[in-house]
């Protein structure tokens, strides 16, 4: 049977950027269609308006609408009627008379009957979409007035088809433009994965996360393990010098108290039946490492706290990160500074890891973004801040548990499913 082979974070990075790109393309290229439509219908109103107040302002159409006889005022009308039609780009300019009676149509043969569209009760200007005889449309229709009194009305309108078809020049444009930014987004695609696969190669995403796992573990067990090294030496030192002094005594008792603190933890991750001897030798260092600091370490491990589904360096990880950042949080919190490690077994026999310390707590408006890539309460440097938390998520939730922030004190309570026999 033949395996799936698994995409390059390279070939990710690329397919997440053409999608990115095509999606931003797309959702532009409606903008901008959305928006052309508004504007060749606001121009058509505006068109509208302009001609239906400038016919119903000529002097020749308000006498000729004033005189008693409508086929002298059609005959005369009709002809300027159809010429401004076609200077003017609109589809129809129809005269009639108080009533809503035609005086001129684009179609002689309708002139005499009611015109289509609504008439105001005010001699007022209206604009409005209406369906006539040419079809749906846009058109204003405005009063021609003689001193006080209405003698007749002038109606302009652009059929919605003629808007639509105004659309097409603007059509091109808009996929132009959208072209041209997903061939720009396809060439950063291709910028992106070369930049990626200088970088990582090959790998698929999976790998470079176990890498940077791996690299964070071997961080935090390196800095617990030297902690514990510069403490037994420093002990070392001042019994060697204590014995060179002939005082026995004390340096016995030195060497003595640094046998029974390590060995109380010692006694604690011994007696846990499945107990992962490489989170137990990062719990020794960083004991070492919050005395270093001048932080009291508590630490309760149950004899039956099920060992979990996590690797030994996804455990590290996850165990180190949160005892890091407990450690700084204490250590610049109020004292007395403390910071407390316990795992236990659940309800549902699953491993339950708790984190907690005296620091001052993470900010409430904040708790949202401290798992996220980068993101930290701390100064950036060297050290990779803004990383260990976003891993501590990622590896927990992919080994379906569960992590939650919890306050007063401030505690990262860890929940891990149990490891199948």
Known sequence: MALRRTRSAASLVFVAVTVAVAVLSLAIAGILIVDGQRTARGEAERVTQAVAQTVADTAQVADALASADAADASALLQPQVEQVIVDARVDFVTIMDPDGIRITHRDRERIGEPYLGSIPAAPVALTEEFTGTLGPSVRTIVPVERGDRIVGWVSVGVTIGS?????????????????????????????ARRATRQVTGDLPAGAIRDAVLSFESLRTLGEALRAQTHEHGNRMHTAIALLELGRTAEAIEILAETSRQSQVLVD??????????????????????????????????????????????????????????????????????????????TTDDELEITVSDSGAGVPAELEGRIFEHGFSTKPAGADGRGVGLALVSASVDDAGGSLALEREPTTFRVVLPRRDP
Not at 291 to 306: C, F, N, T, V
């Open 163 to 191: 808007i639509t078809a105004t659309l097409g020049p603007r059509l091109l444009v808009v996929a132009g433009i959208a072209a041209a930014l997903l061939a720009a987004g396809l060439v950063g695609a291709v910028v």
């Open 268 to 345: 604690q991750v011994a007696a846990r039946r499945d107990g992962d001897p490489t989170v137990g030798a990062l719990l020794l260092g960083k004991a070492s490492q919050a005395k270093e600091r001048g932080i009291r370490w508590r630490s309760h491990i149950e004899p039956d706290a099920p060992r979990s589904v996590l690797t030994p360096v996804d455990a590290v990880s996850v165990v180190g990160n949160l005892i890091d950042n407990a450690l700084d949080a204490a250590a610049s919190g109020p004292e007395p500074r403390w910071v407390e490690v316990r795992m236990t077994r």
